[in-house]
């Protein structure tokens, strides 16, 4: 439902206050990293791949156009950029063909940016991943009887119904319960092993009492819909443990207690992998996350992008008779995962 603060204005101030607040957004973001220091970011292990014209979405504008005029651009976004809903606006607006700086206010402060940093995150992944890349969740046998091991990969997309709202393509829950139940053997106890992310779960700044708002959750490497608590409503609630809540449900259908579920934060010692699960194609994930403007989403993908780099999004999860990702070699952090992103688009 649309906000109140909506209600009884024009198209006219509606599209005009999409447009600037996209505008303006986009052009703070790329002010931030023009003067981020990035200096500290290592080279990159391969070769970045050429990255070729990008096909035009919009038709070009015919040759007798008319110029945009200054006059005309204030008296359309001066009474938007001044309304209290709006905040504290600061921005430009170009001229893409000329380079004239037709609207400005306040264009030299620099500013925090918001959803529009999904679309660089995309990029960058773009610019590293394949557009097929996948990425497995593996079960295996724990060496304790009845134990079922799941070994995380990075994948948040899991749905909870035989088909996601969000992710077309993805797995679902029931395709693990299938795998499991393919074994003939009756499982007691689900144990989560290490995934691939390492360090803090909730970025600097970050807010816990964004988790109900459905804005973000703890960054953990499986989760079912995004963490969304109702995998039908895009600004659902997240679940506070996702990847805890995932395997809280996994167990119900396999008809296991909560009680028998746990995470570890140690190698899990296995008999034998039983196989893996792949999510969705990278494209449409990314796809999905941005007509969604999904945070936890990107944040995967953000995290994708770097475990690619090095390596790990499809290395062994299990070694020596251990399963789980449990050095700093196979690991990527928060932190990590951005300077990655900033590497990239540099």
Not at 185 to 192: A, D, G, L, S
Not at 214 to 230: F, I, S
Not at 249 to 270: C, F, M, N, T
Request: proline share 8%.
């Amino acid at each position: 439902m649309a906000p109140k603060v909506w209600r009884g204005r024009s198209i006219l101030w509606r599209i005009g206050l999409v447009l600037v607040a996209m505008v303006l957004a986009i052009a703070l973001i790329v002010s931030a990293a023009l003067v981020t220091n990035t200096e500290h970011l290592a080279a990159p292990d391969t070769d970045m791949p050429e990255v070729g014209a990008p096909e035009p979405a919009l038709a070009a504008l015919p040759e007798d156009a008319p110029v945009p005029a200054k006059s005309a651009l204030d008296k359309l976004i001066a009474p938007l950029a001044a309304d209290p809903v709006v905040g504290d606006l600061t921005g430009v607006v170009i001229d893409n063909a000329t380079g004239e700086h037709l609207w400005a206010k306040d264009a030299d402060r620099t500013r925090i940016p918001a959803s529009s940093t999904k679309l660089l995150t995309a990029l960058a992944a773009y610019s590293v991943l394949p557009a097929d890349n996948t990425l497995p969740t593996t079960l295996a046998r724990g060496e304790a009887e009845g134990e079922l091991v799941v070994i995380p990969g990075g994948n948040v997309t899991t749905a909870a119904a035989d088909e996601s709202t969000f992710f077309p393509g993805a797995d679902t829950l029931d395709d693990y319960v299938e795998l499991a139940e393919s074994t003939g053997e009756t499982f007691t106890k689900i144990t989560v092993a290490p995934g691939p992310y390492e360090g803090p779960e909730m970025a600097d700044g970050w807010n816990e009492a964004d988790i109900p708002g459905g804005y973000l959750t703890r960054v953990q490497p499986w989760m079912l819909d995004a963490g969304r608590v109702d995998p039908e409503e895009t600004e659902s609630p997240r679940e506070g443990q996702p990847m805890y809540a995932a395997a809280v449900e996994l167990g119900s259908r396999l008809d296991i207690a909560e009680s028998g579920v746990k995470l570890s934060s140690s190698p899990v010692p296995v008999q034998d992998t039983i196989g893996a699960i792949d999510s969705g194609k990278m494209a449409e994930r990314t796809r999905n996350i941005l007509d969604d403007s999904d945070n936890v989403g990107a944040d995967a993908l953000c995290h994708e992008a770097a475990m690619h780099l090095t390596g790990i999004d499809h290395a062994d999860p299990v070694s020596d008779g251990e399963a789980g990702h449990t050095d700093s070699e196979s690991r990527v952090s928060i932190e990590e995962a951005t300077d990655n992103i900033l590497r990239v688009l540099r």
